[in-house]
């Protein structure tokens, strides 16, 4: 960090970029799938950039701030009066071991309602993922909601 040989935005984003390499191994060693280190490298100085321009913001500013700015992007609300339905499923292909999590939010983002799940082990991603869909889709309709996007 100290290393004035390095530019100050590659210094900076350090943390990010030890992060993002973490999860990248947990995704290779756990899920047997291998993301793009271009994009790695990318999100780290993104996340970085925001972060820095954050914390030299005057608290004011900071308070009418989203919590993630770059929420809008990864995440597009439903039409008024629709809730939208969120769902990850993880499988790890040694073990076998599978679950599973759900968010329903409103047009403004606000969660509603949430849950996770531990399903028995599955032979694949897919068969992993078609039980955590299925079990959205029960859950949903246990909760009575009809009019939602997943």
Do not use: Y
């Not at 780290?44 to 919590?67: D, G, H, I, Y």
């Not at 992007?73 to 339905?85: A, E, I, M």
């Not at 409103?106 to 399903?119: K, Y």
């Not at 082990?121 to 079990?135: D, H, K, Q, T």
Request: net charge positive; aromatic share 8%.
């Amino acid at each position: 960090m100290s290393n004035d040989g390095l530019s100050l935005s590659l210094r900076m984003a350090n943390p990010w970029l030890l992060w993002g390499i973490w999860k990248h191994r947990n995704t290779t060693v756990l899920a047997g799938t291998q993301g793009d280190l271009n994009a790695l490298i990318a999100h780290a100085f993104e996340e970085s950039k925001v972060w820095n321009k954050l914390r030299t913001m005057p608290t004011q500013s900071v308070t009418r701030l989203s919590l993630n700015p770059r929420c809008a992007v990864r995440w597009t609300k439903p039409p008024l009066d629709t809730l939208k339905c969120n769902i990850h499923v993880s499988w790890l292909n040694d073990v076998h071991i599978c679950g599973g999590a759900w968010i329903v939010r409103n047009h403004h983002g606000d969660a509603a309602f949430h849950a996770r799940e531990m399903f028995l082990p599955a032979s694949n991603r897919i068969a992993a993922e078609l039980r955590g869909v299925l079990w959205v889709l029960h859950s949903l309709r246990d909760l009575h909601l009809d009019n939602i996007e997943i």
